[in-house]
């Protein structure tokens, strides 16, 4: 502009929230599967802490690479002389509150899937001569020789750990590798497909609200700082534990059909029959506690899951009767003799 010209008129342009991610959705199974395939060994374990544990990338590597999650956050790891174990699946995780985003430590859990390949990462850093123990990094940069070995010791930060960029950047090729055509997948897309699964849980009353949230890392609302914003014991650890095998079962692929059941039901006409948990507003909620339903536990701000009643025993298991005629189909006399018997009113003889 010629000197002296004044210009205040700058458009005023409203940015559009979420454009970059217009394109973004949640892997399934089976594409997650794939991405695994592609990865290396340690690019395994690193995507399957995001999309099984529900952990952010900074917790396996800090922004500078000089803090992370080490193999003593993983209490039931056990390091043998010649393997390494868990005690119990799913194994627990602690993640500190100095890695943590809310500044507050949390526990989580890992699948059977991910204590195998981290069973195996681990055995390959034991083979190349890495003393492991409870300061070691979960995932730990790789080994450097001569001069660039020497930098790493004298480093400020020198302790093993990845940064967050390289820990992003494991998963990133396997992800460019499977993406179909028209998405777009960022690494964090692994964090939100653990979420997304435990919703679809959370739906069937696999899981609770308030442990999803917090099995995520979420900071929760006012409840949740009482149910399990407090450090766990014995109980609800086994009680959490419990609940996230069951909704883990859809993290997986092939493990459980879209309408398929957890363990503890099967295909039978009996399974069929059982209705499943279902959400209710407190006044109707009281009502149905009242006729024999079982609290579960949250279910959104203004409702609460119901577990129905035991369904009622089929007729050969109220009666003792296995392969004979059941009683309601003998003749007038029998039914009557029988009736009487079951509620232990009169003798056992005949009734004319």
Not at 88 to 104: E, H, Y
Not at 155 to 181: M, S
Not at 257 to 278: L, M, Q, V
Not at 313 to 336: A, F, H, L, M, N
């Amino acid at each position: 502009l010629p000197a002296g010209v004044a210009f205040d008129r700058f458009p005023a342009l409203a940015p559009i929230r979420g454009a970059s991610l217009a394109r973004e959705r949640v892997p399934t199974p089976e594409e997650l599967q794939k991405v695994l395939e592609n990865l290396t060994s340690r690019g395994r374990v690193i995507g399957l802490f995001l999309s099984d544990s529900g952990v952010r990338p900074g917790v396996l590597g800090s922004y500078g690479g000089q803090d992370g999650l080490t193999l003593g956050d993983l209490p039931e790891l056990e390091l043998r002389a010649d393997s390494v174990a868990f005690g119990t699946t799913p194994f627990a995780i602690r993640v500190p509150a100095r890695l943590s985003k809310t500044r507050r430590e949390y526990l989580t859990f890992g699948t059977d899937r991910l204590a195998r390949d981290l069973g195996r990462y681990l055995g390959e850093r034991r083979g190349r001569g890495e003393p492991l123990g409870p300061r070691s990094p979960v995932i730990a940069a790789g080994l450097l020789r001569g001069c660039a070995a020497r930098a790493r010791r004298d480093a400020l930060f020198g302790r093993g750990f990845l940064t967050t960029k390289a820990v992003t950047q494991e998963i990133r090729r396997g992800l460019a590798a499977v993406c179909p055509d028209g998405v777009t997948w960022r690494p964090y897309v692994l964090r939100a497909y653990c979420s997304t699964r435990l919703l679809l849980a959370e739906g069937r009353g696999w899981i609770s609200r308030d442990l999803r949230e917090a099995i995520l890392g979420h900071s929760g609302g006012v409840a949740a700082r009482y149910h399990v914003g407090k450090r766990w014991g014995s109980e609800m650890l086994q009680e959490a534990r419990l609940q996230y095998r069951r909704a883990s079962r859809l993290l997986e692929p092939g493990a459980l059909g879209a309408g398929a059941e957890p363990e503890g039901s099967s295909d039978t006409p009996e399974s069929a029959r059982r209705p499943r948990p279902r959400p209710f507003r407190l006044r109707e909620a009281e009502r149905r506690l009242a006729d024999g339903w079982r609290y579960i536990g949250p279910f959104g701000p203004a409702r609460v899951l119901l577990a129905p009643p035991d369904p009622a025993p089929s007729p050969s298991q109220e009666w003792g009767i296995e392969d004979r005629q059941p009683p309601d189909t003998v003749d007038g006399s029998d039914r009557s003799r029988a009736t009487i018997q079951r509620k232990g009113i009169g003798s056992p003889e005949r009734v004319s």
